[in-house]
């Protein structure tokens, strides 16, 4: 294996210790990944756009300022590469969602989080491919390709930010951002064993975050490790003026609490266990690992409680009418005449405005869209408005109250990220419902918006990662990112190494 191969199975926090020794420069690890990406790419196509040339003189730019010292006070990940989810606009990189009705728009501004990530002076590889508008768990739905689960290429990688989640797990990036509405960070964290944190709703901003459902959406970490994902929050994280639902408070000490986890030591933490996400529709080598993990958190020292929420079971139908009605309203946008697709009417069909945004829509939309989109726009009619989206409000006020019960009684709440492993290319796309319920444990962090995380937990009988996942209470997200980075560490001590080291990786081990 080359210097460079091994350079690029570091974490992201060894890489910045590293830059900051002047062992490495930025252009080295930038040249090291875009030298994976290529090689890799033909399996997996886990990015819609590699913007190596302007990768590589971002990477230029940061050197010349580390040389001079000009760098001194930048965060600790400066310099480090970075894959960014084709749902966050990039200025002078083409942003597309994923969809046909926006292929070829390069915005002219920055998201937030970009802006941030530019002035740590980090090179931006690429964009990495999602379903369509961020509207899938699978990765099946993207309008240009689909992504493969480097683990095993015939199984999905999750979705909907697949793209981001195989990028980091191939080692084709150290670290990326993802959007999680539903589970779209943490739910492909667990299928291609990565660490996935969806933060506090409005502890990251969403300016320059493609708008699929308003109330849900939230940019997290994608990463190997959960020092990284910490190091990575801390960058993107903080208040922000042009989004009217950030939070104005500081970034909580995330960084802190993931190292001090490495300590391993979790007295006095107590975790509660979700009676409901378990049991019945669980795969059970799944729960097999996430009881494993669960005995590793206690002999720790952590004590581990049984929590009741009662109306979690209800979440995932309250949010199937939730995200469809706000996907309805945030894709009235895409109507042909401002930006992105226009396809004007054929010659015998009246040419009028309406008729024009119902061909450019039906042009440049997937089946998934349009089928969230119908429904979201069903719930939201006049005489059903109350009766289904009313009411979905209703059950998630009480998902959000049994959040704030569970958390007068513990610290942290843990459960299976999601039911499966990765299943199979096909083998749920004729069937949506069975899909969704995929998405039954990430749901609720989302609908209470409380952050999340995934961390691998293992592997199945297949051989197949399965993803272990911690909760916290709104703006503590610091209380998951010790007892996370403490079980990380126990397991990789009774693994002999991370999860990772069972990972077949032809496109790197071949000379």
Not at 97 to 109: H, M, R, T
Not at 139 to 160: D, I, L, Q, Y
């Amino acid at each position: 294996m080359t210097d460079a191969n091994e350079l690029v199975k570091l974490s992201a926090a060894d890489m910045a210790a590293k830059i900051r020794n002047k062992e490495v420069s930025s252009r080295e690890l930038t040249e090291a990944h875009l030298a994976v990406i290529e090689k890799a790419e033909p399996s997996i196509d886990a990015f819609l756009k590699v913007a190596a040339d302007s990768a590589l003189a971002e990477a230029d730019a940061f050197d010349a300022k580390n040389a001079k010292g000009e760098t001194e006070g930048l965060p600790e990940l400066a310099g480090v590469p970075i894959a960014i989810k084709d749902m966050i606009v990039t200025k002078g990189i083409e942003t597309t969602a994923a969809s046909k009705i926006l292929e070829g728009w390069v915005p002219p501004y920055d998201a937030t989080v970009i802006e941030k990530i530019k002035a740590a002076g980090m090179p931006i590889l690429g964009k990495t491919n999602l379903d369509e508008f961020a509207q899938g768990s699978s990765t099946e739905h993207s309008a240009f390709k689909t992504t493969k689960n480097p683990w095993n290429t015939e199984h999905v990688p999750g979705g909907s930010g697949g793209g981001s989640a195989s990028a980091v797990g191939a080692f084709e990036a150290p670290i990326a951002l993802g959007t999680d509405t539903g589970g779209s960070i943490r739910q492909p964290g667990a299928f291609t064993g990565t660490v996935g944190v969806k933060p506090t709703y409005g502890g990251v901003s969403r300016f320059g975050a493609i708008a699929m459902a308003s109330s849900l959406d939230q940019i997290g970490p994608v990463s190997r490790t959960v020092l990284d994902a910490a190091l990575l929050h801390e960058v993107i994280g903080g208040h922000d003026r042009r989004d009217s639902t950030s939070i104005p408070r500081e970034v909580p000490p995330v960084v802190a609490a993931a190292r001090e986890g490495l300590k391993m030591d979790l007295k006095g933490v107590k975790v509660g266990l979700i009676k409901e996400l378990g049991g019945e529709g669980f795969q059970p080598d799944v729960e097999a690992r996430f009881n494993e993990a669960v005995a590793v958190l206690k002999g720790m020292g952590a004590e581990v409680v049984e929590i009741s929420c009662p109306h979690f079971p209800a979440a995932l139908g309250a949010y199937y009418i939730i995200m469809p009605s706000e996907v309805s309203s945030n894709l009235a946008r895409y109507d042909g005449m401002r930006y992105g697709l226009r396809v004007m009417p054929p010659a015998d069909v009246p040419q009028t405005a309406a008729n024009m945004m119902a061909y450019t829509r039906e042009a440049g939309f997937g089946d998934e869209v349009k089928r969230r989109i119908i429904l979201g726009t069903y719930a939201l009619s006049a005489g059903y408005y109350d009766a289904w989206y009313g009411s979905a409000q209703k059950v998630r006020t009480l998902i959000i109250e049994d959040f704030r019960k569970a958390f007068e009684q513990v610290d942290v709440l843990v459960s299976p990220t999601a039911p499966t492993t990765a299943f199979k290319f096909g083998e749920k796309t004729a069937d949506p419902l069975t899909m969704y319920l995929g998405d039954v444990a990430t749901i609720p962090a989302n609908m209470g918006g409380v952050p999340a995380m995934s961390i691998p937990a293992g592997l199945s009988d297949e051989g197949l990662p399965v993803g272990f996942q911690f909760f916290a209470p709104q703006m503590q997200d610091e209380k998951m990112y010790k007892p996370a980075a403490a079980l990380e560490a126990a397991l990789e001590g009774k693994w002999g190494g991370p999860v990772w080291n069972s990972l077949k990786t032809p496109w790197l081990d071949e000379a």
